[in-house]
């Protein structure tokens, strides 16, 4: 019974492997909804093979889950699996509802001063029982263009846009949330829940077949990166050469060009991971004696594997974005740092051929882009590209994070305050602001960042301590794979908002599960 749980776990796995990039990243409500349906079954039938397995765990004639378990894959008193970003989780969403949670007036001058200010220079029926933020501050102060009063009095059209924060209280009494607009904070609750679900369903199925899903990935990443290669030689700017962009730069399925090199950024690295992995099971193999036919095929897969390599890191060249260029090429670095500190902290000194060998392949790639230089360097060095934006961005996004510095405006509340904070001159709406992490800092505050940052780095150095004492091949290329992946989609997200694509955010929640499986588990790829 528990095969049959653990194999719709995994094709459904498959099924969101597939679809979510393919359906234009999932950015459009269909494909969202259908997205976030498909989810929530898994998560109903990993729910349900929890439960059987804690009935009959006492039965005799239930067989044991798997195998496959190492010492530090530790299962918790309710029968989910224990990873390094449980707390880091709970302490998230638990913010995110503190949030959404009405306060009254006075308690929420207490833990937010600028949000009651707000509130309480919008809201005709919000009480006065403090000065105005004007009053407790020297002049002069009043008249800087990020101070909350100066935003709250404002009195421009943009308030009575539905989008923008509401005249009327939202509920029948004066207490209202720390989020400005609890419905966007709702409505992203629920989107990062269909994300942490996708990890958890992978942490608690430890007998899916990573190796397919792998093999899966990277077939689907070829896939895409020659349709964007195609897309680039026709100078078609339709997605599948039949859907109008709203893009002004589509890339492969994706509408916009850094979303795809997002998506790729974390599949190279996957993929190099999965050849040095290959290659090392075969030159360290215990049996000196190979077969020619069994050697031609291994041979020929692995030609396969470089070439759609090769093929992905052309693509994303041919995208000319700047940001995921930069992060692969980091996530590269970071590949050979991380296996240089591994043979000194081991001692081991093996392994030279195989680093040699993908040094060569990435030169032997350089040598392939060196017809289309040109135009890369340009786009690199392109004095109209939109730095200067983003960098009045990035200061209007800090000024909204120093007003609310604690607990943030709200989870996913940008796009609706930022407007009385932009000083850009241009007619564009941000929803985003190009920089995730800042983005964090105005949504969820100090906090809510440094949650997010103790997860990564207690979930980053988890994985390679554990990384360090594995002896197995795949799992230490996979896992190197996936790690070298990870930082790449962190460090683009420095300018860009990939982690707000559903596709690319899944893709992450689906990386960060099979790595903690790979290190953790003895055998789990067949």
């Known amino acids: 019974m528990l095969i049959v749980f653990d194999r719709i776990i995994e094709y459904g796995?498959?099924?969101?492997?597939?679809?979510?990039?393919?359906?234009?990243?999932?950015?459009?409500?269909?494909?969202?909804?259908?997205?976030?349906?498909?989810?929530c079954f898994l998560v109903i039938i990993c729910i349900i093979k929890l439960i059987f397995i804690k009935i009959k765990k006492n039965s005799t004639t239930l067989k044991p889950q798997s195998n496959n378990y190492q010492s530090s894959f530790v299962i918790n008193r309710f029968g989910l699996t224990k990873t390094p970003l449980n707390i880091p989780i709970i302490l998230f969403i638990g913010l995110i509802v503190f949030q959404l949670i009405p306060l009254s007036p006075g308690f929420l001058k207490v833990v937010s001063s600028n949000t009651y200010d707000l509130y309480r220079n919008t809201l005709p029926e919000w009480p006065d029982i403090a000065p105005s933020l004007s009053e407790q501050f020297p002049a002069g102060f009043e008249h800087s263009p990020s101070s909350v009063s100066e935003i709250a009095n404002n009195k421009s059209e943009d308030y009575s846009n539905k989008s923008s924060i509401q005249k009327k209280?939202?509920?029948?009494?004066?207490?209202?949330?720390?989020?400005?607009?609890?419905?966007?904070?709702?409505?992203?609750?629920?989107?990062?829940l269909i994300?942490?679900?996708?990890?958890?369903?992978?942490?608690?199925?430890?007998?899916?077949?990573?190796?397919?899903?792998?093999?899966?990935?990277?077939?689907?990443?070829?896939?895409?990166?020659?349709?964007?290669?195609?897309?680039?030689?026709?100078?078609?700017?339709?997605?599948?050469?039949?859907?109008?962009?709203?893009s002004e730069f589509p890339f492969g399925p994706y509408i916009n060009r850094n979303h795809f090199a997002g998506y790729i950024c974390m599949v190279i690295p996957l993929s190099l991971g999965l050849l040095i992995s290959r290659f090392r099971s075969l030159f360290s193999s215990r049996n000196r004696y190979f077969k020619a036919a069994d050697f031609q095929s291994h041979l020929f897969a692995n030609l396969l594997l470089v070439f759609a390599i090769v093929i992905m890191i052309l693509a994303l060249f041919f995208s000319l974005s700047r940001g995921g260029i930069l992060a692969f090429l980091f996530s590269i670095a970071v590949f050979f740092i991380i296996v240089a500190?591994?043979?000194?902290?081991?001692?081991?000194?093996?392994?030279?051929?195989?680093?040699?060998?993908?040094?060569?392949?990435?030169?032997?790639?350089?040598?392939?882009?060196?017809?289309?230089?040109?135009?890369?360097?340009?786009?690199?060095?392109?004095?109209?590209?939109?730095?200067?934006?983003?960098?009045?961005?990035?200061?209007?996004?800090?000024?909204?994070?120093?007003?609310?510095?604690?607990?943030?405006?709200?989870?996913?509340?940008?796009?609706?305050?930022?407007?009385?904070?932009?000083?850009?001159?241009?007619?564009?709406?941000?929803?985003?602001?190009?920089?995730?992490?800042?983005?964090?800092?105005?949504?969820?505050?100090?906090?809510?960042?440094?949650?997010?940052?103790?997860?990564?780095?207690?979930?980053?150095?988890?994985?390679l301590l554990r990384w360090i004492e594995r002896r197995d091949p795949y799992a230490k290329g996979i896992t190197l794979g996936g790690v070298c992946g990870v930082f790449a989609i962190l460090i683009h997200s420095l300018a860009d908002f990939n982690l707000h694509i559903p596709a690319n955010a899944l893709f992450l929640s689906i990386i960060l599960g099979l790595i903690f499986n790979t290190v953790n588990l003895r055998k789990n790829w067949v």
């Open 169 to 192: 209280p939202v509920f029948n009494s004066n207490w209202m949330p720390i989020s400005i607009y609890p419905y966007a904070s709702k409505k992203e609750l629920f989107s990062i």
């Open 13 to 39: 796995i498959i099924l969101l492997i597939v679809f979510t990039p393919l359906a234009m990243g999932t950015v459009l409500p269909w494909s969202y909804t259908t997205m976030g349906l498909i989810i």
């Open 341 to 463: 500190i591994s043979r000194l902290a081991t001692g081991n000194n093996k392994g030279l051929k195989i680093s040699s060998f993908v040094l060569t392949v990435l030169i032997a790639f350089s040598v392939l882009i060196w017809i289309g230089h040109d135009t890369i360097l340009d786009r690199l060095s392109d004095p109209s590209s939109p730095t200067a934006t983003r960098i009045n961005l990035y200061v209007d996004t800090l000024n909204m994070f120093s007003d609310f510095p604690i607990f943030g405006t709200g989870f996913g509340t940008f796009q609706y305050i930022y407007r009385k904070y932009k000083t850009l001159d241009d007619r564009f709406f941000y929803e985003h602001a190009h920089n995730d992490y800042l983005e964090l800092l105005s949504d969820l505050g100090l906090i809510g960042f440094l949650i997010v940052l103790a997860g990564i780095v207690l979930f980053l150095r988890k994985i």
């Open 195 to 246: 994300f942490i679900g996708m990890f958890l369903i992978i942490t608690n199925t430890p007998d899916i077949r990573i190796n397919r899903i792998i093999v899966v990935i990277v077939s689907l990443g070829f896939s895409i990166s020659l349709l964007g290669i195609m897309q680039k030689l026709t100078g078609t700017t339709k997605t599948y050469w039949l859907v109008e962009s709203d």
